[in-house]
């Protein structure tokens, strides 16, 4: 029997992407662990591995696909038990690709079928995790007409059955991946009144799209509102100075400082490195700090992981780390991933403050303006300073303004007298 193999799900955030690169052709025998294709997430480019072994029968989706979504048949291989006759072997991959039937919800893929038998000695084919759910349940296998590919039994069949009388499920209508801006969004352009050739149309790529959509989400449906405070920066500045002259390797940058102030400001204040869902408010053991890195073609949070307890140096060396993968697209899911409170710095850009969209579900999101000298007042007499503005957004389903406040007093404590870090 052939056994799919599916366009798996990357990424948290995943909903579709892009078939970059197939490393396989038809008629190669594949093992399990083989790297057989590269995809193009909304965050990265990843290699896809072999869950089965066999022969290579069909590529279904051509490398260069864009749009496809989770769970779609891009390809089919032999199974142990196949005894269909060779294909001959193709000398590229089909130019179109077959209609493909959507899955209703992602299931890890690509999978094996797990295979069980009736009575009557027929086979009956499920995913491991539909089996493995249904023996917990009590469900008998043969009362399920399977939803999946090539009527495979999924866990959605598995969990639609109650009282051991399967719930029918509607198969979704089939869906087969688009390759062209124009075929998705004609309208949309045209809408817009601009003349034609007087523009150029730069595709959304998965990373676009998802920013797009995510950031429209929440500013939309995330109650929030900003804080901004000044803090002067000038005993910061030297004691980065004193800590660089004595190590030559590596050099402490103010965003290090800023992050690890991040870090032991949500220790402090506690209720405000914390998630909104609708269960209740997650209040987070650890800062996991998510800092803003650009990147051709969109924007990347990788996180610095319980950044509360490590020293300025690490967070230097992680954070350089963090930002090269970023660039090179060679983050994996869980270094960008369930951030508790997030970083955005435009200062080396001389932007002077600004307020930033929260990065759901974290509660607050941290806006860095640039440090300048500016006039201020000091035992009634005027001075000249290094100041810096920043702006707390934040989640009032999860952050009220006396939190907020609270926790912009701590970070502005933290950074006025940085030695406090330091101990």
């Known amino acids: 029997m052939p056994v799919d193999i599916l366009m798996p799900a990357l990424s948290p955030t995943m909903e579709e992407g892009v078939l970059a690169k197939w490393l396989v052709k038809v008629g190669d025998e594949i093992k399990s662990g083989d790297v057989i294709a590269e995809i193009e997430t909304d965050k990265a480019t990843m290699e896809v591995e072999a869950v089965d072994e066999g022969e290579v029968l069909e590529i279904l989706v051509p490398e260069g696909t864009s749009g496809v979504k989770i769970n779609t048949v891009i390809a089919r291989i032999s199974g142990d038990d196949a005894s269909p006759a060779k294909p001959a072997p193709a000398p590229a991959p089909q130019v179109a690709p077959a209609p493909i039937a959507e899955a209703p919800k992602p299931e890890a893929a690509p999978q094996t079928v797990a295979v069980a038998k009736t009575d009557a000695g027929d086979r009956i084919f499920a995913s491991p995790l539909a089996r493995r759910i249904a023996a917990q349940n009590n469900v008998d296998l043969k009362s399920i007409k399977g939803t999946g590919p ?188 369930a951030g508790t409170i997030s970083v955005s710095n435009l200062g080396m850009f001389g932007i002077k403050s600004f307020g930033s969209i929260i990065n759901e579900p974290q509660g607050c ?59």
């Not at 495979?152 to 969990?159: A, G, K, L, N, P």
């Open 150 to 337: 090539n009527g495979r039994i999924i866990r959605v069949d598995v969990e639609g059955v109650k009282g051991g009388v399967a719930t029918p499920v509607a198969a979704s209508p089939a869906v087969a991946p688009q390759t062209s801006v124009a075929a998705k969004t004609p309208s949309t352009i045209a809408a817009t009144g601009y003349k034609e050739g007087n523009y150029d149309v730069i595709p959304l790529d998965g990373m676009r799209r998802t920013i797009a959509k995510r950031l429209t989400d929440s500013f939309r449906d995330v109650p929030h509102f900003p804080l901004q405070v000044d803090i002067e920066l000038d005993k910061l500045l030297e004691l980065r100075k004193q800590l660089n002259s004595q190590n030559e390797n590596s050099k402490i940058s103010v965003n290090d400082m800023i992050i690890k102030a991040t870090a032991l400001a949500c220790k402090k204040v506690p209720e405000a490195n914390a998630s909104y869902t609708d269960e209740g408010i997650l209040i987070h053991h650890h800062a996991d700090v998510a800092v803003a890195v650009a990147i051709d073609g969109g924007l990347i949070t990788p996180v610095v992981r319980e950044a509360e307890n490590k020293g300025l140096l690490t967070i230097s060396e992680e954070v350089k780390t963090l930002a090269d993968k970023a660039k090179n697209r060679k983050l994996m899911p869980e270094e960008y991933s």
């Open 365 to 423: 999101i941290l806006s860095v303006g640039a440090g300048e000298q500016r006039p201020v007042v000091k035992d009634g007499a005027l001075a000249i300073a290094t100041v810096m503005s920043v702006t707390l957004t934040c989640d009032h389903r999860v952050v009220d303004g006396a939190v907020g406040a609270r926790w912009l007093k701590a970070f502005k404590r933290l950074l006025e007298e940085p030695l406090s870090m330091l101990l």
